[in-house]
């Protein structure tokens, strides 16, 4: 009798193993790692999906960046784009441009403050229009109050002066793509619009719109910088896909 219940417990504790390394391979199949800039810029250009989605997304994750290790919630903009009813038309190019606030602005606040616990870290990355409109985010002071904003990285977006933005702040832009020197900013503070670029050359040549468009998706020009923006940076984000939520930015709330 004891023999069968000894025999029984070592049954029932491998079945549990079994069953434990299943389920962690699962929660696995859910993650993925990125490492570089490039790579986040792929998770922003989701974004462009017609209106069908929506330009904005949440996912939940980890930043480890040398020794630290931190949760953080990734929140990536899409940029212009011509929809019915969406914020991310030419007009609000020139709201951002001249740091007005603009529906795709208080669509992004809103979306954190009702879907991202408080307290939380965030990390900011858009192309773009989605780049201005991060590092306004950035800046917000009810943001600021609520949250700690980490890092915002931008790809081929204009410098604002938004005012304080907390956290670190990168911008991305290919030597080609006119539109990071698009905005007040150049005439105001013209060296620290163009100082703080991160330039690379993708071989765009009289095509800035082509260079505005693909430069950031090439892991040749953009892999030496990590998921920060950070020029050769260590720092890597492990998200939870599971999580990812798309939401959209209406002009008007019907």
């Not at 009798?1 to 390394?21: E, I």
Request: charged content about 20%; overall charge positive.
């Amino acid at each position: 009798m004891k023999r069968r219940v000894r025999l029984f417990a070592v049954l029932l504790t491998v079945a549990l193993l079994f069953s434990s390394l299943i389920g962690t391979a699962g929660a696995a199949g859910n993650t993925k790692t990125y490492t570089n800039a490039a790579q986040i810029c792929q998770l922003v250009k989701d974004g462009y999906n017609e209106g069908v989605k929506g330009p904005i997304t949440v996912t939940k994750g980890t930043l480890k960046s040398g020794w630290s290790t931190k949760e953080v919630y990734l929140i990536t903009l899409s940029g212009t784009e011509l929809v019915f009813n969406q914020s991310t038309e030419v007009l609000t190019d020139l709201f951002s441009g001249f740091n007005l606030k603009s529906a795709y602005y208080y669509n992004v606040v809103n979306v954190i403050l009702n879907n991202i616990p408080r307290g939380s870290n965030l990390v900011l990355a858009g192309h773009s229009l989605g780049g201005m409109i991060a590092q306004q985010v950035a800046a917000d002071s009810t943001v600021k109050a609520r949250y700690n904003v980490l890092n915002t990285v931008t790809f081929g977006s204009p410098l604002l002066a938004a005012g304080f933005r907390e956290g670190t702040v990168r911008r991305l832009g290919d030597i080609s793509d006119v539109v990071p020197l698009l905005s007040s900013n150049i005439f105001v503070t013209p060296l620290r619009a163009l100082l703080g670029l991160n330039r690379e050359d993708g071989g765009y040549y009289l095509k800035p719109v082509t260079a505005h468009k693909e430069s950031y998706l090439r892991e040749d020009l953009w892999g030496k910088y990590d998921v920060t923006g950070t020029k050769y940076g260590n720092a890597k984000l492990t998200l939870d896909l599971d999580t990812r939520v798309f939401y959209k930015s209406p002009i008007i709330d019907y």
